[in-house]
Each structure stands twice: as C-alpha cells, then as structure tokens.
Nanobody, 114 residues
C-alpha cells in the first residue's frame, strides 16, 4: 500500500526559502518519476515540479528558476527546495508519482506573506 508523507512546510515572508520533503512508503521508489503539486484555496491542484527516475527535472514557468526538485532513492524521499518565495506560492503542497496515480498524502502547508 502506497503512503506519501509530506513535511517541511511553514510560514515565511516573501523572498524566503523552504525545503519540503516527501517520504514514500510501500513502493519501488527508484524506478518511478515523481512530481510535486500544490493546491491553493479555491483552485485546482497544479503541478510544480517533476523528476524522472534518473534525475531529469522539469518545471512550469511559474516556478522555474526558483524551485528545485531532487530525490534520494536510498531514502525513498523526494525534496523540493523553494527559493524567492512569493505570496502566490501559498498552497498545500503534495508529492505523488508523475500524473498523480497514487493516493494523496496529507500535504504540507506553505504560507508566504508579503
């Protein structure tokens, strides 16, 4: 049974940084492309970062140059380093396999104040 546990969120001022972690349990993590997603109040969940099993990354324009996704296959963990945060980055952040096919975790709240 797949379980995803996100952590590392918090409240920061605009321009600040946070590093999110997501531990994946119950899967063969190293062969799966992973993604980070976020959902702001009243909005649909959106994709913000992706990493393949061999480490190739991709980002939407809204976060490119500010967010960095990485993974540690030995720890079954994917990370999201977020720099130069903006108020519009405020959301609950989730990880999942790319495409979102697993049950979603509880997410971790990121709040950016201006």
């Amino acid at each position: 049974q797949v379980q995803l546990v996100e952590s590392g969120g918090g409240s920061v001022q605009a321009g600040g940084s946070l590093r999110l972690s997501c531990a994946a349990h119950g899967i063969i993590f190293g062969v799966v492309s992973m993604g980070w997603y976020r959902q702001a109040p009243g909005k649909q969940r959106e994709w913000v970062a992706a990493i393949t099993s061999y480490g190739s990354t991709n980002y939407p324009d809204s976060v490119k140059g500010r967010f960095t996704i990485s993974r540690d296959n030995g720890k079954n963990t994917v990370y999201l380093q977020m720099n130069s945060l903006k108020p519009e980055d405020t959301a609950v952040y989730y990880c999942n396999q790319l495409g979102g096919g697993w049950p979603w975790g509880q997410g971790t709240q990121v709040t950016v104040s201006s």
